[in-house]
């Protein structure tokens, strides 16, 4: 069977009839797991849903009205300065780690370097006004807040510059390309499904046609914004259930346990922060829960880790980057977000 | 089709969502200050779903970049995958994080901080108080929690508390925990708070059930640490509330 549309809804309706089961037809506890999980899998995904519309309304916006020869021309050379206002970048673009993906991607299409890409991606998260507000409400003014956002751009700014070692192509995913004989036929089929357009195609008059051209952009906008929030989507719900299902399966106190030591507690709650996949606007709300039982070194790794990468952005960087820049994204943080827990603890 | 299916997957999220706002039951997965969010999050991916139908079919010679417009055919387990939050929210019946999450979580007996509460009670403005006037003066959580790791300063002060029964096997047969959620973002950051309950018929107590205890607070020990705990005088059982969990 090649039909997509039948496959659709083959697998849907065995979905549909798999959900069923697991609620209605299984013991008491596994039902109960399994409602459990589906409320902590809607928690994460209602939470970041409305950030991701936001990435890709700003994504379809790009795409649509910022002008790809201004945008390079404005973007400096020097891969340095490309990394740095890539890391301060957040300010221009309020995004948590949700958001940020199709905002980046969109960025790439449009011909920002790469470094500037990947220091938006791993800084814009916390780097920008409101995550700056939530943690000083936390920790307020001290060592936590500027570890946090010290370190943030620090690490931002190195690794964007280390992938201006690899070759882009190398680095980012094809984008989809022009298939300019596939428009045609959409025009065709379209005209026929609704008049409105075909009449509109008609009747145009010089003014008429400004007119419509400038409502017709912003719904080509929103449609982009539609594509990129399908796409980008799939992999916060992948995350989303990961990240539920470790918290209806894997107890807590298996990893809170072995928080104690300079080292092991930078570890165990970088691990925390990956596993748990909480928004970057509220993190330092659930830091502050950690305050007596961890290192100040290891609270600021939570929080300066768990923005640039936990299950559910690493699933969506996916989309952007190929696999093996994929796994470097992951490691380049993670090693730094662990030596800047370890400094911290060790001098701070 | 393609565009047909992208459309009903969209708005079917956007319509769930929105149903989920004007029950209330958006409550059991988020933060009550993220409902607004939650709205404009619902409209936007209606409003992004109809777009498909809205836009102008083909290009003018503008200086946009084509492929940028390309709408890639969107594969059709993409399109199963982001039905998911649509469809487990339909069939899973709403319902709040109770004991089963509590399995699972620190049970925050003793590392409770100040810091971590919110500022304004809503204890006894949400729920009422089934115990009339006489049980006013009573402690409620909030309290408890600023004194929990002095549980001698509670000593025999009066308390009413509404949660969820939780046991395991570290419970006596005479005691239960009353539960609550304290949730900061969505339940994915649920903090667990929990009190000791001791109650002669606590075995007969259901999980999850909502109850009301009412009594007087003991320094007492559990697995360990010494904690209070809530000797019962009276236990209702309730309905669960419309807003489950504590707001920080």
Redesign the interface.
């Known amino acids: 069977m090649k039909n997509p549309a039948a496959l659709f809804l083959l697998a849907l309706i065995f979905v549909t009839a798999l959900i069923w089961a697991m609620t209605n037809l299984t013991p008491a506890d596994v039902s109960s797991r399994f409602q459990t999980f589906a409320t902590i899998f809607l928690g994460i995904f209602i939470e970041a849903m409305p950030f991701l519309v936001a990435g890709s309304l700003v994504s379809g916006i790009i795409a649509e009205f910022v002008d790809q020869g201004a945008l390079v021309h404005f973007v400096p050379d020097n891969p340095l300065a490309a990394a740095l206002i890539g890391a301060l970048l957040g300010f221009a673009f309020p995004v948590c780690e949700c958001g940020v993906v199709p905002v980046t991607r969109r960025l790439y299409g449009k011909g920002v370097p790469l470094a500037m890409g990947i220091s938006f991606l791993l800084a814009a998260p916390v780097i920008n006004p409101i995550v700056l507000a939530s943690t000083f409400t936390a920790f307020g003014w001290g060592d936590v807040l500027f570890w946090r956002f010290g370190g943030t751009l620090a690490i931002a700014f190195l690794v964007g510059l280390l992938f201006t070692l690899f070759r882009p192509e190398r680095v980012l995913r094809p984008m989809p390309l022009p298939a300019p004989t596939l428009l045609l036929p959409t025009v065709a089929v379209l005209e026929k499904c609704i008049p409105e357009v075909a009449e509109s195609e008609m009747s145009r008059d010089e003014e008429e046609m400004t007119a419509r051209e400038g409502n017709g952009r912003w719904w080509r906008a929103l449609a982009a914004a539609g594509d990129d929030f399908l796409d980008m989507g799939r992999y916060l719900v992948i995350g989303s259930m990961l990240a539920a299902a470790m918290q209806t399966i894997v107890p807590q106190a298996t990893l809170v346990v072995l928080g104690e030591g300079a080292l092991l507690s930078v570890i165990v709650l970088m691990a925390l922060a990956f596993v748990l996949s909480i928004c970057s606007t509220v993190d330092a709300f659930v830091a502050l829960s950690f305050v007596h039982s961890f290192s100040i070194g290891a609270i600021v790794s939570f929080l300066v880790f768990g923005p640039m990468v936990d299950i559910k952005s690493a699933l969506m960087f996916l989309g952007v980057f190929r696999r093996r820049a994929v796994a470097l994204l992951i490691m380049l943080p993670l090693i730094f977000s662990l030596l800047l827990g370890l400094l911290v603890n060790l001098y701070g | 089709?393609?565009k047909l299916?992208?459309t009903i997957?969209?708005c079917a999220l956007g319509i769930f969502?929105y149903t989920?706002v004007a029950n209330n039951t958006?409550l059991?997965?988020?933060h009550e200050r993220?409902t607004l969010?939650?709205l404009?999050?619902a409209m936007?991916?209606l409003?992004?779903?109809l777009?498909?139908?809205?836009?102008?079919?083909?290009?003018?010679t503008h200086?946009?970049?084509?492929?940028?417009?390309?709408?890639?055919?969107?594969?059709?387990?993409?399109?199963?995958?982001?039905?998911?939050?649509t469809?487990?929210?339909l069939?899973?019946?709403?319902?709040?994080?109770?004991a089963?999450?509590l399995?699972?979580?620190?049970l925050?007996l003793g590392?409770w901080?100040e810091?971590?509460l919110p500022q304004v009670p809503p204890l006894s403005r949400e729920e009422g108080n089934p115990w009339g006037q006489s049980a006013q003066a009573s402690l409620d959580w909030f309290t408890i929690a600023r004194e929990f790791n002095r549980p001698q300063a509670l000593n025999g002060r009066e308390a009413q508390l509404t949660g969820f029964v939780y046991r395991d096997d570290r419970f006596a047969p005479d005691s239960f925990l009353v539960g609550r959620f304290l949730v900061?973002?969505?339940?994915?950051?649920a903090?667990a708070l929990g009190v000791v309950v001791q109650w002669p018929e606590a075995a007969e107590l259901a999980l999850d059930q909502w109850v009301s205890v009412y009594g007087r607070l003991q320094s007492g020990e559990f697995a360990g640490q010494p904690v209070p705990i809530l000797v019962a005088e009276r236990v209702q059982l309730i309905a669960p509330p419309a807003q489950p969990y504590f707001y920080?």
């Open positions: 089709m393609d299916l992208k997957v969209l969502l989920r958006i059991f997965y988020i993220f969010l939650t404009l999050g936007g991916v409003l992004v779903g777009s498909y139908y809205r836009q102008p079919p083909h290009e003018h200086n946009y970049d084509a492929h940028n417009h390309q709408h890639a055919p969107l594969r059709w387990w993409g399109l199963l995958i982001l039905s998911l939050p469809l487990l929210g069939l899973v019946p709403p319902q709040p994080l109770g089963v999450a399995l699972n979580r620190e925050n590392g901080q810091s971590n900061s973002c969505c339940v994915a950051d903090a920080r």
